[in-house]
């Protein structure tokens, strides 16, 4: 059993950052392809960024120079650093664990609970 628990999320201004946490537990972690997702009120869930087990990453063209998304396969866990936050970027974020690595990410099975991220302007 795969178990993803996210981390970081909080109130924010403008122009501000945070640093999102994923803490994953259970088989085979290390070769999955991981993603991260968001969703605001009334909104689909959309990708955010996703990167392979070897580091390659692809971004979604909202937050390309914004976000970074990396790993630390010793510690199963992945990041989302945020920058320059903007009040668009308001949304639970989801941490998912796919399958082999693609552009774009294609999410697996296994979701996280989310955590909240609100930038205030």
């Known amino acids: 059993q795969v178990q993803l628990v996210e981390s970081g999320g909080g109130l924010v201004q403008a122009g501000g950052s945070l640093r999102l946490s994923c803490a994953a537990s259970?088989?085979?972690?290390?070769?999955?392809?991981m993603g991260w997702f968001r969703q605001a009120p009334g909104n689909q869930r959309e990708l955010v960024a996703g990167?392979?087990?070897?580091?390659?990453?692809n971004y979604a063209d909202s937050v390309k120079g914004r976000f970074s998304i990396s790993r630390d396969s010793a510690k199963n866990t992945v990041y989302l650093q945020m920058n320059s936050l903007k009040p668009e970027d308001t949304a639970v974020y989801y941490c998912?664990?796919?399958?082999?690595?693609?552009?774009?990410?294609?999410?697996?099975?296994?979701w996280g609970q989310g955590t909240q991220v609100t930038v205030s302007s």
């Open positions: 998912n664990l796919g399958g082999s690595y693609t552009v774009p990410y294609y999410p697996g099975y296994y």
């Open positions: 259970g088989r085979m972690l290390a070769v999955n392809a």
């Open positions: 990167i392979s087990s070897g580091g390659s990453t």
